[in-house]
């Protein structure tokens, strides 16, 4: 796995009255465990504040695999996809301590100047932080769920 976050831990506000995870925590998971991915790359909170430039998630989709109840322990993986000057596709797994995933989450970031705000070019430094995770991300193949249409089973 070419990313792992740190553990996350689901909070009693985020159960619903079935008694598991809400669909809308699922996202904000996925959102925490990609941060320190995009730490890595240069563009966190720092980032926004030195440069003026940020991320924004232009298009996500989660499948919700298996429950998740209070108190689990989860993190989330992050692989590149394709990188491209000024946005790039990735997928995301939900996964439980013990192993199985709970969700798959696959997205658009986009790069943007927050003077316009705009979508906008990597640094040069930034771009070269994103190849070279995607060159590492691509050692291992793709996920079958990557890019399927949505529709009812037949």
Not at 43 to 66: H, K, S, V
Request: glycine residues 10%.
């Amino acid at each position: 796995m070419p990313y792992l976050s740190p553990e996350m831990i689901v909070r009693p506000e985020w159960i619903d009255y079935n008694g598991h995870l809400n669909m809308a925590y699922y996202g904000v998971l996925f959102d925490l465990g990609s941060d320190p991915f995009c730490e890595d790359m240069g563009m966190g909170e720092a980032y926004l504040r030195d440069t003026g430039n940020t991320t924004y998630t232009a298009e996500f989709r989660i499948r919700y695999l298996q429950e998740v109840h209070e108190g689990a322990k989860l993190r989330a993986s992050m692989r590149l996809l394709e990188v491209g000057p000024k946005a790039f596709h990735y997928a995301q797994e939900l996964i439980h301590e013990d192993g199985w995933v709970a969700a798959t989450g696959e997205g658009i970031s986009l790069h943007v100047d927050q003077t316009g705000p705009k979508v906008a070019s990597y640094p040069e430094a930034v771009k070269a932080k994103l190849d070279a995770a995607l060159a590492e991300h691509q050692k291992e193949p793709i996920p079958d769920w990557v890019g399927k249409p949505m529709g009812l089973r037949k």
